[in-house]
């Protein structure tokens, strides 16, 4: 305790000499920043008078423009008043139509300042997403509607899928609370059509849910319905700016995320407020927020984060992002009427001391908890869906494990065993498994598992997993599943066979092998009789594939999500979709065979970057894409019996922008055509640009030749 104390003087003392030598901390905005002009063009321009706005009350038909973009969609102009200088609630809600985006956005609000606190919720929700937490993006735009100045405006994203890929998550629910008379709410999920039309939404809808009911019980522990570092992340944000609106029932919104089975909090700008510096002296949590601290493993997460949070943003007063994300909202605000004065930091600093030793509140009594009204769909749920273990289950489980006390690990026995049901790892421990070893699991099981898998086998000895053959021939099972792990994957000469993919109680994973927020090594492996969407597919992970074969895939052999990594020789044969493909990632290729791909061999998408040389590609749809904001670096390669089009670059999402592709000393024999490019995007073959032209994406997709 004395010890504890003597560092909070410490801490306290540190603070207020960078208070002395700092004053204010931040520096002048300067010049006042350009600010772009949204120029909303109604197709009934009546509509844009004060009575035909009060009694239009419709989405009214309209084009924007924004800078050299035009982008034609609907404005809902029925919380829009000519009163609107005098109140921040009246707002403009714009929905573009399908391929159209302005800012990397297709649904968004246009607000007065003041319904975003100005720089404050832009300045928040900066800190959040840093800290790899959702939140809206906002941007300060000038506005005219018709011939009407509107003045500086706030545009605001709205919760949609775009949101999501903006900010590496898969597309998913986003979700709310609805009030019924506090403390009696319903979840209500945003684009409700969307989800009602989808089968997979609808089951997902029906999980988050329950989990969310059976939590308000009491029922299951918070760690098994909310991302418990992610949350403990945003209420530790959340403290530091004392923003409790963060937390607030009405204010809450989540993402339920289909590969954890869990809520992600979201941030929403309603009542955000931090100017004036904090309210209190003390370190107070919304009632809601303190109910999540009956979980022992929260508790500890929230006072690490938030004790983290507080020293990051005391001990560079204030730290250099933050400096410069203001600045250049003041700037910006610094051409708008009525703006406030510049904030101080002074009084963040001197509560940073508070929330070095903050503690949890003690957990509410029942009464005081939300609670969700009457729903069949919202029927409590016992646990996750994720299947769980503890050791001794999974000893008592699974006969030939054995526990290593001194490497803390689990051990597999040399043998060929036959798995009785799933082998589902207890939280944080891996698998060790020797030479000569396999497994083999029946259709409905798999692998679960939350710690480092250490797989070493030999080439005459390999590690196997496979599915168990069944009465009339055949044989599969779902998989391998690590949704994280703080150690690294590696694995020598493994088999993975006859995987179908993960489907368990509304729990439905593309990969046959997924591994998720882990770093992995895979040498001399193989996987084959793949009848999964993807044979591997990572997810926010590091990666190195050395002598890696994917051989007879129904669909895409390696599919990457927000990696980086490299891939070294190996071979990737007889594909039903795409033999690599990656998204938001940076990945090296180098000396791959890739063979009798029905697709692309490779596709880049998603402001991706690849460089790829040495390979080797045959027979296939199409050799080398870059779409969607990615570039890739294409070199001495050889290409040969391409059935469309050898290299190709466009567009598909147009929030990412165009493609491209740079090619230098590519052999091409028996190409129907060498090269494609769209209008806007690049392909370049040893100098020479490809002329660009129109290209029916959509067609390609749905009827042509990239059809699955």
């Known amino acids: 305790m004395q010890s504890g104390t003597a560092w909070c003087r410490l801490m306290s003392l540190l603070l207020l000499l960078l208070l002395l030598v700092c004053g204010s901390a931040v520096a002048s905005p300067g010049r006042t920043a350009a600010v772009p002009l949204l120029q909303i063009s109604l197709a009934d321009p009546l509509l844009a008078s004060p009575t035909a706005l009060k009694k239009a009350r419709v989405r009214a038909a309209a084009v924007l423009e924004l800078g050299t973009v035009e982008a034609p969609g609907k404005v809902d102009l029925s919380n829009w008043t000519e009163a609107a200088g005098s109140d921040p609630s009246s707002r403009i809600a714009v929905e573009l139509k399908k391929k159209s985006r302005l800012m990397g956005m297709r649904r968004f609000t246009l607000r007065k300042l003041e319904a975003v606190g100005f720089q404050d919720a832009p300045l928040v929700f900066a800190h959040l997403r840093r800290e790899g937490l959702l939140a809206p993006r906002i941007r300060f735009v000038r506005v005219r509607l018709g011939s009407a100045e509107l003045g500086l405006m706030a545009l ?59 939590f308000l019980r009491g029922e299951v522990p918070t760690s098994a319905v909310f991302a418990s570092e992610l949350m403990a992340r945003f209420i530790g944000v959340a403290m530091f700016w004392d923003a409790e609106a963060l937390l607030r029932a009405e204010n809450l919104r989540f993402y339920f995320n289909p590969v954890t089975q869990r809520l992600e909090p979201v941030g929403f700008s309603g009542g955000l407020r931090i100017s004036g510096g904090p309210s209190r002296g003390e370190v107070v949590v919304a009632s809601w927020a303190a109910r999540l601290f009956e ?11 938030s004790q983290r949070i507080a020293r990051e943003m005391a001990l560079a007063s204030p730290p250099a992002w933050f400096e410069e994300e203001e600045r250049r909202l003041l700037g910006i605000l610094d051409a708008a009427e009525g703006t406030p004065d510049k904030p101080s930091y002074e009084p963040w600093l001197t509560r940073a001391a508070k929330l070095a030793i903050f503690v949890p509140p003690a957990p509410l009594s029942r009464d005081d908890a939300l609670r969700l009204s009457s729903d069949p769909k919202a029927a409590s749920l016992r646990a996750n869906p994720i299947p769980t273990a503890t050791l001794d289950e999974a000893l008592k489980q699974h006969s030939f494990l054995r526990w290593d006390d001194d490497e803390r690990t689990l051990r597999a026995n040399s043998g060929d065993w036959r798995v009785v049901g799933s082998l589902v790892l207890p939280e944080g421990i891996g698998l060790a498994i020797g030479p000569g070893t396999t497994l083999r699991f029946s259709s409905d099981s798999m692998l679960v598992a939350s710690g480092p898998l250490r797989f070493q086998g030999r080439a005459e000895a390999p590690v196997v997993l496979r599915g168990r053959a069944v009465l009339g021939g055949g044989r599969s099972w779902q ?7 703080g150690a690294p994957h590696d694995w020598r000469h493994v088999v993975v066979a006859d995987t179908t993919g993960i489907d368990y109680r509304g729990w439905r994973l593309t990969g046959g092998c997924t591994l998720r927020a882990s770093e992995v090594r895979f040498v001399d492996s193989r996987f084959e009789g793949v009848r999964a969407e993807d044979a591997i597919n990572l997810i926010r992970s590091r990666f190195e594939f050395r002598g890696v074969s994917i051989l007879d895939t129904s669909s895409d052999a390696f599919d990457c999500d927000f990696c980086e990594g ?115 995007s690049q392909v370049l073959i040893d100098g020479v640009a490809t002329a660009t032209g129109e290209m029916d994406i959509d067609g390609l997709y749905k009827r042509g030749y990239m059809k699955k």
Do not use: C, W
Not at 295 to 305: K, N
Not at 583 to 598: A, C, F, K, M, P
């Open 156 to 214: 605001e994203e709205s919760y949609s899928k775009e949101l999501l890929e903006s900010q590496q998550r898969r597309e998913g629910l986003l979700l709310r609370f609805r009030s019924e008379g506090l403390p009696v709410v319903r979840v209500d999920a945003f684009q409700s059509k969307r989800v009602r039309e989808s089968e997979q939404l609808s089951t997902e809808l029906g999980t988050a849910s329950g989990l969310l009911q059976a």
């Open 295 to 305: 979980d022992a493993e929260l508790r500890q997460a929230t006072v690490r984060e």
């Open 479 to 485: 998989g391998v599943v690590v949704l994280r792990s």
């Open 566 to 680: 490299s891939v070294t020789g190996g071979r990737i044969e007889r594909v039903g979709g795409d033999g690599i493909d990656i998204s938001g990632s940076v990945v090296g290729v180098d000396g791959t065979v890739l063979e009798d791909i029905r697709d692309k061999a490779i596709s880049v998408g998603e402001g991706s970057r690849l460089e790829a040389r040495n390979l080797l590609i045959r027979k296939v749809g199409t050799a080398v894409v870059g779409k969607d904001g990615s570039s890739v670096v294409f070199v001495d390669s050889a290409v040969s019996d391409v059935q469309h089009v050898a290299i190709m670059a466009y567009t598909k999402k147009r929030e990412y922008g165009a493609g491209s592709v740079i090619a230098r000393n590519i052999e091409m024999i028996r190409v129907g055509r060498a090269a494609s490019a769209q209008h806007g």
